[in-house]
């Protein structure tokens, strides 16, 4: 019943949203170039002189409340295959811009940067971001969630940065054929916005309250086009790849392996807004590795996707369901055998209905006796009301030609296991009001009972109130083999509050506290845990950030756990722990060459035990070309024998450099005590031409107590992006 009233309320402010776009009295009108434009940072064509400007940009933070006091003009043209688009970005105050490198996909808070967000549908939900900072490291992403970017999607489009002593000009073409539009409209949602990290401005040309990203595109204004853009037409870009690669593994001792093959990536643009993607022998070794931690968790931790291939238009499967409620979770893919081949069908239909499909196939593992799988998706998503949306999802995993051993020797799979859900987002016309109800069916050869979950969640958030509360209902039986679904057997609330005050100070911009809780239950309502959890924040002028905070928290075990994860004694099922911690966490401000972050806790831990973490994030840039960054973290767990004092130490430098804007080097060092193991990663990337690349991996692991190696390996890959 609880979660059936969630359900109406959500769809009650769903339905009493459908509203006129907020900021749809801000066009800004585009005409067809007559001459030629040349991407090099100087604004001399008759076509920019004549080109409508957009100016006068408000000022998002640190208030909302005025017009920016940093000066942004920003122009679009366009041709037969690309539009075009120069913003002139002035200085304010005197001295150097800011910028951590000129690595592709910068950190937003940490570069002086301009950004166009384009709502090609004019949905409020779905677009494309394109920028650079002030550098000329550019910045490309998918939107999603009306005012999310995935940076993972990387295309085609030229761009430069020229800088002058009282301005720099951000200069762009984006071919026709690298996004995807509604043929035949004459409006695109759009806005820009600018961060200039002297001032700690942050503006946008439509204003967005200060609460929301500037990437909101439900305050975007209009791009008025004087006739439709073009059909892009035939669009068939062929990715080929070869590598060259040697890895060897010491602990088992195996002969050195050799590698060299090729591999194939296709996409077909089927219509101006439908893309199909073909992969043949994908390799993903370029990707960067995961990030190691201390893990002290009870449940699977979560390390997201950086394949490419599952990427584009990934929200609609990735994003379905809750953080630990995922019934489609693409790393399950090929973790643990080769992928062959796949296919995948997305984008969209017409302004109200997205699909995405996508069908992989994987090898036999003959030593793990693990059969051909194959792994298929789908998802269907139509618009409703303002910005919100219903979806459903069908997840199906397969293996092919398989018969479980009836003598029960060796591993077992699962022949086959699906999932089928369905969710409405709720956002409305103002995102004022943001919201999701979830329901969720699995299907495996056994009966189970419980194979279903139910959620929602609704949150309102103002400039200075956000109110929020979530339940959850996972039932014992419910199982997704592609999904991440952690914990099942539970059902949750959590409910929150916060609130910013805004004083008249020239040091603090807003203070206030934040009060949350998260209730976990069995199937029958009683008490399993419990995190109790208050704090005070405070947010600088200067961008810098103060919390502080405590908690109570309570766990009763369901199954044995080692609070330690470290292979010792556990503790019994169903006994009951209780213990109450404080904390800090403080981030400098990023406009310094030298930044720092630190954290920290103290308090109780299982068994009546003590623990103390503390954790540091230390850079330097030498802007533009690079950066030092060191994260470390230490945990010291004190705990009756037989697990005693346990110390944990997390180490992980890392440099970056980038000798241009299409050529890089990084190397990643990581230390973790807990697992015994020393990593080193390092990949130099050159960007030739657009879109394709040459990467060199490198990738040891080590004993750390005597430096031996475990293994290494060395990859050569090159791609090449040709267009047909």
Same mark, same amino acid.
């Given at each position: 019943?609880?979660?059936?009233?969630?359900?109406?309320?959500?769809?009650?402010?769903?339905?009493? $949203?459908?509203?006129?776009?907020?900021?749809?009295?801000?066009?800004?009108?585009?005409?067809?170039?007559?001459?030629?434009?040349?991407?090099?940072?100087?604004?001399?064509?008759?076509?920019?002189?004549?080109?409508?400007?957009?100016?006068?940009?408000?000022?998002?933070?640190?208030?909302?409340?005025?017009?920016?006091?940093?000066?942004?003009?920003?122009?679009?043209?366009?041709?037969?295959?690309?539009?075009?688009?120069?913003?002139?970005?002035?200085?304010?105050?005197?001295?150097?811009?800011?910028?951590?490198?000129?690595?592709?996909?910068?950190?937003?808070?940490?570069?002086?940067?301009?950004?166009?967000?384009?709502?090609?549908?004019?949905?409020?939900?779905?677009?494309?971001?394109?920028?650079?900072?002030?550098?000329?490291?550019?910045?490309?992403?998918?939107?999603?969630?009306?005012?999310?970017?995935?940076?993972?999607?990387?295309?085609?489009?030229?761009?430069?940065?020229?800088?002058?002593?009282?301005?720099?000009?951000?200069?762009?073409?984006?071919?026709?054929?690298?996004?995807?539009?509604?043929?035949?409209?004459?409006?695109?949602?759009?806005?820009?916005?600018?961060?200039?990290?002297?001032?700690?401005?942050?503006?946008?040309?439509?204003?967005?309250?200060?609460?929301?990203?500037?990437?909101?595109?439900?305050?975007?204004?209009?791009?008025?086009?004087?006739?439709?853009?073009?059909?892009?037409?035939?669009?068939?870009?062929?990715?080929?790849?070869?590598?060259?690669?040697?890895?060897?593994?010491?602990?088992?001792?195996?002969?050195?392996?050799?590698?060299?093959?090729?591999?194939?990536?296709?996409?077909?643009?089927?219509?101006?807004?439908?893309?199909?993607?073909?992969?043949?022998?994908?390799?993903?070794?370029?990707?960067?590795?995961?990030?190691?931690?201390?893990?002290?968790?009870?449940?699977?931790?979560?390390?997201?996707?950086?394949?490419?291939?599952?990427?584009?238009?990934?929200?609609?499967?990735?994003?379905?369901?809750?953080?630990?409620?995922?019934?489609?979770?693409?790393?399950?893919?090929?973790?643990?055998?080769?992928?062959?081949?796949?296919?995948?069908?997305?984008?969209?239909?017409?302004?109200?209905?997205?699909?995405?499909?996508?069908?992989?196939?994987?090898?036999?593992?003959?030593?793990?006796?693990?059969?051909?799988?194959?792994?298929?998706?789908?998802?269907?998503?139509?618009?409703?009301?303002?910005?919100?949306?219903?979806?459903?999802?069908?997840?199906?995993?397969?293996?092919?030609?398989?018969?479980?051993?009836?003598?029960?020797?060796?591993?077992?799979?699962?022949?086959?296991?699906?999932?089928?859900?369905?969710?409405?987002?709720?956002?409305?016309?103002?995102?004022?009001?943001?919201?999701?109800?979830?329901?969720?069916?699995?299907?495996?050869?056994?009966?189970?009972?419980?194979?279903?979950?139910? $959620?929602?969640?609704?949150?309102?958030?103002?400039?200075?109130?956000?109110?929020?509360?979530?339940?959850?209902?996972?039932?014992?039986?419910?199982?997704?083999?592609?999904?991440?679904?952690?914990?099942?057997?539970?059902?949750?609330?959590?409910?929150?509050?916060?609130?910013?005050?805004?004083?008249?100070?020239?040091?603090?911009?807003?203070?206030?506290?934040?009060?949350?809780?998260?209730?976990?239950?069995?199937?029958?309502?009683?008490?399993?845990?419990?995190?109790?959890?208050?704090?005070?924040?405070?947010?600088?002028?200067?961008?810098?950030?103060?919390?502080?905070?405590?908690?109570?928290?309570?766990?009763?075990?369901?199954?044995?756990?080692?609070?330690?994860?470290?292979?010792?004694?556990?503790?019994?099922?169903?006994?009951?722990?209780?213990?109450?911690?404080?904390?800090?966490?403080?981030?400098?401000?990023?406009?310094?060459?030298?930044?720092?972050?630190?954290?920290?806790?103290?308090?109780?831990?299982?068994?009546?035990?003590?623990?103390?973490?503390?954790?540091?994030?230390?850079?330097?840039?030498?802007?533009?070309?690079?950066?030092?960054?060191?994260?470390?973290?230490?945990?010291?767990?004190?705990?009756?024998?037989?697990?005693?004092?346990?110390?944990?130490?997390?180490?992980?430098?890392?440099?970056?450099?980038?000798?241009?804007?299409?050529?890089?080097?990084?190397?990643?060092?990581?230390?973790?005590?807990?697992?015994?193991?020393?990593?080193?990663?390092?990949?130099?990337?050159?960007?030739?031409?657009?879109?394709?690349?040459?990467?060199?991996?490198?990738?040891?692991?080590?004993?750390?107590?005597?430096?031996?190696?475990?293994?290494?390996?060395?990859?050569?890959?090159?791609?090449?992006?040709?267009?047909?």
């Amino acid at each position: 019943m609880k979660f059936l009233g969630l359900v109406w309320i959500i769809l009650m402010i769903g339905s009493a $949203a459908f509203a006129q776009k907020k900021n749809e009295a801000y066009q800004l009108p585009i005409r067809k170039a007559t001459g030629v434009i040349t991407i090099d940072g100087v604004v001399d064509e008759s076509d920019w002189i004549e080109s409508a400007t957009a100016t006068d940009f408000y000022m998002v933070t640190p208030m909302d409340t005025s017009a920016a006091m940093v000066k942004t003009e920003v122009k679009m043209t366009y041709d037969d295959d690309h539009l075009y688009l120069v913003a002139i970005c002035y200085h304010a105050l005197p001295g150097p811009y800011i910028v951590e490198s000129l690595r592709r996909d910068f950190n937003f808070g940490k570069n002086d940067n301009f950004l166009l967000f384009m709502d090609t549908f004019d949905d409020q939900t779905n677009g494309f971001s394109f920028g650079a900072n002030a550098a000329g490291a550019q910045w490309d992403g998918l939107m999603f969630e009306g005012g999310k970017v995935d940076l993972n999607w990387d295309n085609k489009w030229e761009s430069v940065v020229k800088n002058y002593e009282d301005k720099w000009i951000f200069e762009a073409a984006i071919p026709f054929k690298t996004i995807r539009y509604k043929k035949g409209i004459t409006k695109w949602g759009i806005n820009f916005s600018r961060l200039d990290l002297k001032t700690t401005e942050k503006s946008s040309w439509a204003p967005v309250p200060r609460q929301f990203p500037t990437a909101s595109l439900a305050y975007s204004g209009i791009l008025a086009w004087d006739t439709p853009p073009k059909d892009a037409g035939a669009n068939v870009s062929v990715i080929p790849y070869v590598l060259g690669g040697v890895s060897k593994d010491y602990e088992n001792d195996t002969p050195t392996e050799f590698r060299g093959e090729p591999g194939l990536d296709v996409k077909v643009a089927v219509t101006s807004a439908l893309n199909l993607d073909l992969t043949v022998n994908p390799d993903f070794s370029q990707v960067d590795v995961d990030r190691q931690v201390t893990n002290l968790d009870r449940f699977e931790l979560f390390f997201p996707e950086r394949r490419q291939f599952f990427l584009e238009n990934g929200d609609m499967f990735n994003n379905f369901g809750y953080q630990t409620i995922r019934p489609f979770f693409s790393r399950r893919i090929g973790l643990t055998a080769p992928i062959q081949a796949g296919a995948r069908l997305s984008g969209k239909i017409d302004k109200n209905w997205r699909i995405a499909m996508m069908d992989m196939q994987t090898g036999k593992v003959e030593e793990d006796s693990l059969p051909s799988q194959n792994f298929a998706v789908v998802a269907l998503q139509r618009r409703v009301f303002a910005r919100s949306n219903i979806g459903m999802l069908i997840v199906n995993k397969e293996s092919l030609n398989y018969t479980p051993p009836e003598n029960g020797n060796g591993p077992v799979y699962t022949k086959y296991n699906r999932n089928i859900g369905l969710e409405y987002n709720l956002a409305s016309s103002n995102n004022l009001w943001t919201g999701k109800a979830l329901y969720l069916r699995s299907f495996s050869p056994q009966i189970n009972t419980g194979d279903y979950v139910f $959620a929602g969640n609704l949150q309102y958030s103002t400039r200075k109130l956000t109110l929020s509360g979530a339940y959850e209902n996972v039932g014992a039986g419910y199982t997704a083999e592609v999904g991440y679904v952690p914990r099942t057997s539970y059902v949750r609330m959590n409910p929150q509050v916060a609130y910013l005050f805004f004083p008249k100070s020239k040091t603090i911009l807003s203070h206030g506290p934040r009060v949350a809780t998260s209730l976990f239950f069995d199937q029958s309502y009683k008490p399993t845990d419990n995190e109790t959890y208050l704090a005070y924040a405070f947010n600088y002028r200067k961008l810098s950030s103060l919390i502080v905070w405590i908690a109570h928290d309570y766990v009763k075990l369901l199954k044995p756990f080692d609070p330690t994860n470290s292979g010792k004694d556990t503790l019994a099922t169903g006994t009951e722990h209780y213990w109450n911690s404080v904390g800090l966490e403080y981030a400098s401000r990023p406009q310094s060459n030298l930044t720092y972050a630190f954290s920290g806790r103290y308090g109780g831990y299982y068994e009546d035990g003590t623990r103390l973490f503390v954790s540091a994030d230390i850079g330097y840039r030498y802007q533009p070309f690079g950066s030092l960054t060191l994260s470390a973290n230490y945990n010291d767990i004190r705990l009756p024998e037989p697990w005693g004092r346990n110390t944990f130490l997390l180490v992980g430098p890392r440099l970056d450099i980038t000798f241009t804007n299409k050529i890089f080097w990084t190397t990643f060092l990581q230390y973790n005590e807990q697992q015994n193991n020393m990593n080193l990663n390092t990949r130099f990337q050159w960007r030739y031409r657009p879109a394709s690349d040459l990467f060199i991996v490198y990738t040891d692991n080590y004993l750390p107590s005597n430096m031996s190696t475990k293994n290494h390996s060395l990859v050569i890959k090159f791609t090449y992006w040709w267009n047909l």
